[in-house]
């Protein structure tokens, strides 16, 4: 958790708080995510209140970001209805859609993208010189 | 009857994954970056085969035509330290994009290797941007100088493991590749050094094939011609034969002056080798002893004078 009565915290650079908030936001959605569906798959009516609102202020954290860079605006502004604006329970599609809209913008601006090393090729020298930083 | 192959079906007398990296050589070259290709391999293997191959694809990609071997006018392959920096020279001025360090017997005598370092150092430093790549045949890169590799001069080791009547096998390693062997070099113990190349993996394999008749004649009569001079300024050593230019330089007088008080003295040359003639170190006890003469009647004429 990012504490914000914590001096440290001050001196931390906002881009490293809010990937740790974007990435908090992540974990508590999947966590909430999890146990409804435990409980939708034992047959239990489960609440989506909580699923809803962590889902919500997940898309909150990237909000402005896809607003100013208009990437997908168009999948955004229908997600956007489906959490805002809809009374109804969301469909098992329409989370399954959500989640991997914001997932993929996680893997996009490189927070959750772990696999970064570059695939080359073996046998041409230079690139294998370049790799190990021999250029 | 079977028809000797000089060039395999895509072309080329080597792998085509041989051609795709020296291609990026010449792009490096071209962005005025240094790159030095080395071919290291036991006595016959045909690492200067090989580098003659290559220098013939990367003149013909600058359509240019094969590299000359004629033993009068070689600009690309130099035989020995002392053409090496001629040659280079002579690429910079045709505008030819690739020179051949053979090693021509080089390594066999001593204080040569670091000679060949000091030598191939400066000559970095001083022509990095002249865009020629320098194929060095030699039959162990261990012997270069850290310094080389500290500047990540050398790109790539071609390293000639066996060669049978009509091709040849060969492992290439990259730069990163090349600082293990030398670390497992240094490592092993003296008479297991050999398996410093197959404790490291090679990048790719490959293997090429024979030069045509035409051109292997006149290598072999190339690489022979280099060999021989060596062989030939080894055996004036050993044997301790004096040129006229040799006594002229211990008198401290003319070749002239030399040839006049040998040939009034009667004193006949020892042998011809290639053209020159060569003394017997004899010789220089002799002249020497003429030269005191003539200094003394010299004080003597002075005394005479005075008297």
């Known amino acids: 958790m990012v504490d914000f009565n914590n001096e440290s915290t001050v001196g931390t650079p906002s881009a490293n708080l809010v990937k740790i908030l974007i990435l908090q936001a992540r974990a508590n959605a999947l966590d909430s995510l999890e146990k409804y569906n435990k409980q939708y798959s034992s047959g239990i009516q489960a609440d989506q209140g909580i699923l809803k609102s962590r889902l919500c ?40 859609k959500i989640v991997e809209f914001l997932n993929n913008i996680c893997d996009s601006i490189k927070l959750t993208r772990i696999d970064l090393k570059k695939a080359y090729d073996r046998t041409m020298v230079e690139e294998d010189n370049k790799n190990n930083d021999l250029s | 009857m079977k028809i000797k192959k000089f060039v395999y079906d895509h072309g080329l007398p080597y792998s085509e994954k041989l051609q795709e990296n020296i291609k ?40 240019l035509p094969n590299i000359k ?56 430093e001083t022509y990095r941007g002249f865009k020629i790549i320098v194929i060095i045949c030699l039959p162990n890169f261990n012997v270069l100088d850290n310094l080389l590799f500290e500047n990540n001069i050398p790109r790539m080791l071609i390293h000639i493991k066996d060669r049978s009547k009509n091709y040849g096998s060969f492992r290439v390693y990259s730069l990163s590749q090349m600082n293990w062997i030398r670390y497992w070099a ?37 690489s022979t011609y280099g060999k021989k001079s060596v062989l030939v300024d080894t055996e004036i050593k050993l044997k301790g034969l004096k040129s006229y230019d040799d006594l002229a330089k211990a008198c401290n007088r003319s070749q002239l002056w030399v040839s006049l008080t040998l040939k009034k003295l009667k004193i006949k040359y020892k042998t011809i080798i290639g053209r020159k003639r060569y003394f017997s170190k004899d010789v220089l006890d002799v002249l020497y002893s003429k030269l005191e003469e003539i200094k003394e009647n010299e004080t003597r004429g002075r005394k005479k004078k005075r008297s």
């Open chain 1, 57 to 96: 202020s997940w898309l909150l954290e990237h909000s402005a970001y896809i607003e100013r860079t208009e990437k997908n605006i168009e999948e955004y502004n229908k997600i956007k209805g489906y959490i805002f604006f809809n009374e109804k329970d969301l469909t098992p599609e329409q989370i399954q």
């Open chain 2, 24 to 63: 990026a050589q010449i792009k490096r070259v071209e962005n005025k970056r240094a790159s030095m290709i080395l071919i290291d391999g036991a006595v016959g293997t045909g690492k200067t085969t090989l580098a003659v191959e290559i220098a013939n694809e990367i003149n013909k990609i600058h359509k």
């Open chain 2, 69 to 124: 071997l004629k033993i009068k006018d070689h600009p690309q392959i130099a035989l020995g330290g002392k053409e090496f920096t001629g040659c280079f020279r002579e690429c910079n001025k045709q505008k030819l994009p690739v020179v051949i360090y053979d090693e021509g017997g080089d390594f066999s005598r001593r204080g040569a290797i670091t000679q060949f370092n000091a030598m191939i150092n400066r000559l970095f």
């Open chain 2, 186 to 222: 240094d490592k092993l113990p003296k008479g297991a050094k050999h398996k410093c190349y197959s404790n490291v993996l090679p990048n790719f394999y490959g293997q090429f094939l024979n030069l045509p008749k035409e051109q292997e004649k006149a290598l072999d009569k190339l």
